[in-house]
């Protein structure tokens, strides 16, 4: 165990003496976090978390009650700071708006959107209504922006879907137990409607921003809570690559094979490699969140929860790196593969475009890489969670981390990588 300890700590210390190595795991992310960072506005002064007043245009071709509602939700005290509302008339104006990079999205309401929710009556029969989708034409170049409206909207929407399931399977209830007729059935639901449309403002149909703990503390959440922890992840995955590129290099070099000539077995050397690349994307997310945290004054969120976090991201990261450097043949196999990695579980981890404006099967398709995972609980963290928050992200970074550890060790023992 001694051996396999200090053959990790000598290849920590290599790893910190190469520049190269110190610009790809250090300088980088953290100029990339900066400069991403001044872009979102994140160092102007206008906004702690970079984020408001986000221009958006609604356009109502609606005259029913749940359409204004929604109108009324984006124009409430509530989302006040957070967005600039205006209203339109014309849907393509509205998309022309959008492509002219005025606004950071369009939301246009169709006719007989609330009919379709609510079906009105004539002459005593219920009118069914199509369904009546409402349309947001996001703005490509402002993601994060246009992801906030459009889980605006959708909060909306289910909120709306819960109120008419519940509706639905009340008058069922009420119909089942005897207490109305199935003539009077109609009548019950438009009251309950009414009810509802005119239910007092703590009741109404709104979305509130939650800005505290469950304990009351006031937080903020900071966009580089975002950006950060999401540049950290991607240049991970150069460190654990760059580790195994080093396995290679050492094997074709002959150092590996010339530990075995001191009374050290190949399982206490590959052990050894392979922590020694853990220490290293341990403290090189350790040292990232540092200096954040000093020099951009960033909250991380539960001390505790961030290290544990830290622990599980690079062991889930590794595993990636192990099974890389198992599969290629060469130091430079892993290195081209390695920085491909990077990129690809940059942007499907989030690192670079919110996942909220991803389709759903890439949504689904970034889980198998440690940064979603990650990002996840280092949001969850910076919005006010503890420890006991991140039991989903940590468990899937674990079990992600031993599979691909078993993998790796059953293809290294194929290749018989430390030999005399």
Known sequence: MLKTFLIGIKDVKLAFRDRAAIIFMLLAPFLLTLGMGLVTGRFSGNSSSGISDIPVVIVNLDDGELAEALVDVFYSEDLADLVEPSLGTSPDAARQMVEEDKVAAAIIIPGGFTASIIPPSEMGMIVYVGPRAIEIYANPTRPTSAGIIKSIVDEYLSYVEEGTVSGQTSIFQLMSSGRISPQNAEAAGQAMAERLQNAPNNEQLAITLNSSTADGEEIEFDVLAYLAPGMALMFLMYTVSYGGRSILAEKA?????RLLVSPTNSTQILGGK??????????QMLILIGATSLLFQLKWGDPLGVVLLVFAAVFGATGWGMIITALARTPAQVGSVGSATMLIFGILGGSFISLDQMPTYIQTISRITPNSWALDGFTTLALGGTLSNLSAPITALLTMGGVLFLA?????????????
């Open 253 to 257: 070099q002959g150092t590996l094979p």
């Open 274 to 283: 392979v922590f020694g690349i853990y220490l290293t994307g341990v403290a």
């Open 408 to 420: 790796s060790i059953l293809l290294f023992g194929k290749k018989n990588l430390v030999q005399k």
